[in-house]
């Protein structure tokens, strides 16, 4: 079931959201970011404020163990002003191959042409062949932007995917 994001879910998304980093980035980006930059503590804060604020719109995916988050909404870019972003799939690395990944990427679809988006978006970084992988096979095509992240030391590009109405 994919719900959206409780108090109660707060500790789990932190845990997800650090080793799903370190699993899919070793390599991509410097451990030393990964080990020590990035922590649980920090993941916790971050989801209190995302479940008191409600940004950014954040569910989990739960059947009965909460095994993966996402977050959507409006697109951040300014040449994308009518598009919908997919702003983070975040599968636990025990849980992937399981389609949860496709089923929150389906989830987020439906929620974009549900508020009238014809276009949906996602960053994912340039060396991250496995999600990259991911995002093609779900539709998605890399539509020439790019940007390098000063805080990573990394690139990431731009997927774009119309909605199926």
Request: proline fraction near 2%.
């Amino acid at each position: 079931m994919i719900r959206p994001i409780a108090i109660s879910d707060i500790s789990r998304a932190a845990e997800i959201h650090v080793f799903a980093w370190r699993s899919a980035y070793r390599g991509i980006i410097s451990d030393e970011y990964l080990f020590k930059t990035r922590s649980v503590a920090g993941s916790l804060k971050r989801f209190e404020d995302t479940v008191r604020d409600g940004t950014p719109e954040t569910y989990v995916y739960d059947d009965g163990i909460v095994k993966a988050f996402l977050t959507i909404g409006i697109c951040r870019n300014e040449d994308k002003p009518n598009a919908f972003e997919l702003g983070a799939i975040y599968v636990d690395p025990f849980m992937q191959g399981q389609g949860i990944g496709r089923q929150l990427a389906e989830f987020c679809e439906k929620q974009a042409v549900e508020r009238g988006f014809n276009e949906i978006c996602l960053w994912v970084l340039k060396e991250n062949w496995q999600s990259r992988g991911f995002y093609e096979k779900m539709g998605y095509v890399a539509d020439g932007s790019e940007e390098f992240l000063e805080r990573l030391s990394a690139w990431q590009v731009r997927y774009t995917r119309a909605c199926s109405h």
